[in-house]
């Protein structure tokens, strides 16, 4: 069995510095719970917040975390060939169907070395970096929905990673033989073999449904949902859009990808949803029957 207390640790000490901030923050979280316990008063709404806050970020820094061992150490050996397999099912789809386009699209790119370097930069960096600063613009601000999102952070995650065991998927990039080119490779930031430097946690069958697009639709729909300000929700408009055209411009993803991303936000936010009215519902009904409690039957 794959110990996974022992790899975490194994990690951090290798360098993972998500790994070290999330324990770090968790760990100042505990220790500021234990010391209101002990001092017994009154805390500044402030610092609470400030707390809650820290708590929030370890939990979610974490949970990536957390993810990223789990979809890196399913067996890529064992499904390099059903990974090929279905590659060749999606791309098969799309050209019978008319929406085969993603070679033309990163050629179109390709020879601006420096555009390709940006898109490269914002596919590693905005993943990650922008869903945690709107997690942190939405706990402060908005903090109504923050837990709702949250947790449909947490719940697309898991679906996906369930996704990527049952149904693995091999990226346009590995499929030279129709158009396509790895532009890691070409840009030197990746050696032959498309290894990354983070292979600890790599996983090159993670394809289907995108990640990538997963946390930009609930980031962009939620700025839609909630922000008080044109350019706000102009910004959560056009943000799931961009991060498209940069996961089929930089070969990492097929069209079909971003439509089962679509379909995994859809159907987990409905769920979450059912799941949240459900939970009040019955909340609000026990609190009903506890305030109005048995009523001892009168004399007869």
Known sequence: MFDWLGALVADALEGDYLLVVAAF???????????????????????????????????????????????????????????????????????????????????????????????????????LFVTLGFLIWLYLRRNQAFSFVRNLFYLTTGVALIVYMTFPVAPPRMFPNYGFFDPAQILHLAPAGGAQLTSYTYNPFAAMPSLHLVYALIVGGTLVVVGRHLWLRLAGA????????????????????????????ALSALLLYLTTRTASAARSFITAQGRQGFRAPGPG
């Open 25 to 127: 923050l968790l760990l100042a979280y505990g220790i500021w719970r234990i010391t209101v316990k002990i001092l017994d008063r009154p805390i500044d709404r402030r610092l609470q917040r400030f707390f809650g806050l820290t708590c929030q970020i370890g939990l979610t820094l974490m949970f990536e975390r957390l993810y990223e061992f789990s979809r890196a150490h399913i067996a890529v050996d064992q499904l390099t060939a059903l990974a090929y397999s279905n590659g060749y099912r999606l791309l098969d789809f799309e050209i019978t169907h008319g929406i085969f386009f993603e070679a033309r699209l990163e050629q179109l790119f390709l020879p601006d070395q420096l555009l390709m370097h940006a898109i490269y930069g914002f596919y590693a960096f905005a993943h």
């Open 238 to 265: 056009l943000y799931p859009f961009l991060m498209l055209a940069v996961i089929l411009i930089s070969a990492n993803h097929w069209i079909m990808d971003a439509f089962g991303a679509v379909v995994v936000v």
